[in-house]
Nanobody, 117 residues
Framework: QVQLVESGGGSVQAGGSLKLSCVAS????????MGWFRQAAGKELDFVST???????NYKDSVKGRFTISQDNNKNILYLQMNSLKIEDTAVYFC???????????WGQGTQVTVSS
């Protein structure tokens, strides 16, 4: 049962923009906080941004002012608008949902974002 499906990744030059989408099952979208994480090659999974059910957002310092997390409550979609992309933003980006006991319990399959010079 696939509950989170990401899309929107791709290759872009530094300074460009991409918008990631994560379609969630209705049950997850209505009940759970959600977020975006990323994992660069050879590195650990890293927090990017989260949003609670009441709309409170949180961002990794290095993406503040460049990335925006949002959600479409009618379509059950979580977004991550990424502007002014940098080479160091290159990673596989994962959508996550349902925070419990210090971890997110539900994860998408990931979408690759590659930023080149």
């Amino acid at each position: 049962q696939v509950q989170l499906v990401e899309s929107g990744g791709g290759s872009v030059q530094a300074g460009g923009s991409l918008k990631l989408s994560c379609v969630a099952s209705p049950d997850i979208f209505t009940k759970c906080a959600m977020g975006w994480f990323r994992q660069a090659a050879g590195k650990e999974l890293d927090f990017v941004s989260t949003i609670t059910k009441v709309g409170t957002t949180n961002y990794k310092d290095s993406v503040k002012g460049r990335f925006t997390i949002s959600q479409d409550n009618n379509k059950n979609i979580l977004y991550l608008q990424m502007n002014s992309l940098k080479i160091e933003d290159t990673a596989v980006y994962f959508c996550a949902a349902c925070y419990s006991r210090g971890n997110y319990t539900t994860w998408g399959q990931g979408t690759q974002v590659t930023v080149s010079s």
